[in-house]
């Protein structure tokens, strides 16, 4: 059974940092580009990074630049997502999907129904 299912999230205060993680079990995550999403309320879906092939070739949006590192760890077959000076406009369900290794899915964050955990909540305040 294909699964993917994210861990990590939690209550935070600004300036905080939390890492995110997304196991992978019933197939290897080797073999797809890995893209962190997330969803607030009222908001749409946002891109947040993706990490590619097996020669770790990352990207990230904007918002977090410089802030959230994306990482793979294909022996655990697991993806990582760290995240540092969070901020209230952080606050999000956060989920990860298993894109297609090559095309340009990943370097656009572009989600198309692909295999995806439940999410986990990341919620930065006082």
């Known amino acids: 059974q294909v699964q993917l299912v994210e861990s990590g999230g939690a209550l935070v205060q600004p300036g905080g940092s939390l890492r995110l993680s997304c196991a992978a079990s019933?197939?290897?995550?080797?073999?797809?580009?890995v893209g962190w999403f997330r969803q607030a309320p009222g908001k749409e879906r946002e891109g947040v990074s993706c990490?590619?092939?097996?020669?770790?070739?990352?990207y990230y949006a904007d918002s977090v630049k410089g802030r959230f590192t994306i990482s793979r760890d294909n022996t655990n077959n697991t993806v990582y997502l760290q995240m540092n000076s969070l901020t209230p406009e952080d606050t999000a369900n956060y989920f990860c999907?298993?894109?297609?290794?090559?095309?340009?899915?990943?370097?656009?964050?572009?989600?198309?129904?692909?295999?995806r955990g439940q999410g986990t909540q990341v919620t930065v305040s006082l």
């Open positions: 999907a298993a894109l297609p290794l090559y095309g340009s899915r990943c370097p656009t964050f572009t989600y198309e129904n692909d295999p």
């Open positions: 019933g197939f290897t995550l080797d073999g797809y580009a």
């Open positions: 990490i590619g092939s097996s020669d770790g070739t990352t």
